[in-house]
């Protein structure tokens, strides 16, 4: 299957700190998408980008679309303690492709 | 919103034994998923479904099988557990065939196998 590269694999930042994490893929992808999952739960749909070079926002959240459709990025900005989980991109061709994900810890 | 149900949260069943694991969802979705997410690798295709009666493999079928006998129910068969088994099983479902909306999760079954 196609492969994705998330980095980094663990983040420990302090509260209020901003949070940069990032996909490549081999492949170009029509769709990204980023999800979060909280301890214990299933994965929960945060943002979802559809062209290249789009740059979309949900509250804290930024998130872009590479240009060259094989890379995207996720911002978090002024961390707070709910933001612990793990983050992870997913590319769409026939189906989704995830990445291996970002543990994010915050420290009060 | 669309509710994914997964039967049960934790799981021990004992090697060789024939394990199902239960996935129903409630908003009249067509496509379903169920992948299993192990530390380190993230999330892996094991097999979906497009339709009722209509499975195919995904990135690491073996080992595993499947039934999709009324649309809102996918069920995932382990048809001899093994210890390389133990995961985090999560099943998704997703509307249409288009995927940009994205996949919704269940809250995964935890399987060890002793």
């Known amino acids: 299957g196609q492969q994705l590269n998330q980095s980094p694999q663990s983040m420990f930042i302090q509260e209020g700190e901003d949070v940069s994490m990032n996909c490549t893929s081999s492949?170009?992808?029509?769709?990204w998408l980023w999800y979060k999952q909280d301890p214990g739960e299933g994965p929960v749909l945060l943002i979802a980008?559809?062209?290249?070079?789009e740059l979309t926002s949900n509250g804290r959240l930024t998130a872009q679309f590479g240009i060259t459709r094989k890379d995207s990025f996720l911002n978090i900005s002024a961390s707070i303690p709910s933001d612990v989980g793990i983050y992870f991109c997913?590319?769409?061709?026939?189906?989704?492709?995830f990445g291996s994900g970002t543990q994010l810890t915050v420290l009060p | 919103d669309v509710k994914v149900t997964q039967s049960s949260r934790y799981l021990v069943k004992r090697t060789g034994e024939k394990v199902f694991l239960e996935c129903v969802q409630d908003m009249d979705h067509e496509n379903m998923f169920w992948y299993r997410q192990d530390p380190g690798l993230g999330l892996r295709l094991i097999y979906f479904?497009?339709?009722?009666?209509?499975?195919e493999k995904g990135d690491i079928p073996e080992g595993y099988s499947v039934s999709r006998e009324k649309k809102e129910r996918f069920s995932l068969i382990l048809e001899s557990a093994s210890t390389n088994q133990t995961s985090m099983y999560l099943c998704?479902?997703?509307?249409?065939?288009?995927?940009?909306?994205?996949?919704?999760f269940g809250s995964g079954t935890r399987l060890t196998v002793v």
């Open positions: 980008l559809y062209k290249a070079g």
């Open positions: 997913a590319g769409s061709a026939r189906q989704l492709t």
């Open positions: 479904s497009y339709d009722v009666k209509m499975k």
């Open positions: 998704a479902s997703s509307f249409g065939r288009r995927v940009n909306y994205g996949y919704t």
């Open positions: 492949s170009i992808f029509n769709t």
